[in-house]
């Protein structure tokens, strides 16, 4: 490493820039553009050795819990459908009645693999699943 230091520009309050010269005690020595010498003191600095964690901690913040948020939908009673396809099809017609224009449809193989599949809703009650090829499975519509 080499024993000059990193320059650093710091913007005071008249805009004028200072830069740090180098590091000496905690201290950051620094001379102004108009040469003037200024030192800018920091808090000292925790040593550490790589790897380990210090002694005792510096700081410590406990927090009080915030009161409950609103109620939401409780995920386990929102209603779903499953779909059972047993006969492959490249066009399964599902339906689902829950009443909901835009259902979220997961659409899994035979063998439990998700696929990727074109979903199209036909009505709040009805979706379609598009396949390039006949297909065998399940599908989930919440």
């Known amino acids: 490493m080499s024993d000059e230091p990193t320059p650093i520009t710091v913007k005071t309050k008249q805009a004028s820039a200072v830069s740090v010269n180098s590091v000496v005690s905690q201290k950051l020595v620094a001379t102004e553009k108009s040469k003037t010498s200024v030192e800018i003191s920091t808090p000292p600095l925790p040593q550490f050795i ?5 002694a005792t901690p510096t700081s410590v913040t406990t ?10 939908i409780d995920g386990i009673d929102s209603p779903e459908y499953i779909h059972t396809q047993s ?7 599902i339906n689902h009645n829950l009443g909901v224009t835009y259902p979220t449809t997961t659409v899994f193989s035979s ?7 074109e979903v199209v809703n036909i009505s709040s ?3 379609q699943v598009l396949f390039n ?5 399940t599908a989930r519509v919440i």
Do not use: I, M, R, Y
């Open 111 to 117: 063998g439990g693999l998700e696929l990727e599949v």
């Open 87 to 93: 006969v492959a099809a490249s066009v399964w017609t």
């Open 133 to 137: 090829s006949p297909v065998a499975g």
């Open 50 to 54: 790589l790897g380990e964690a210090p």
């Open 63 to 72: 927090c009080k819990q915030g009161p409950p948020g609103k109620d939401g």
């Open 125 to 127: 009650n009805q979706c």
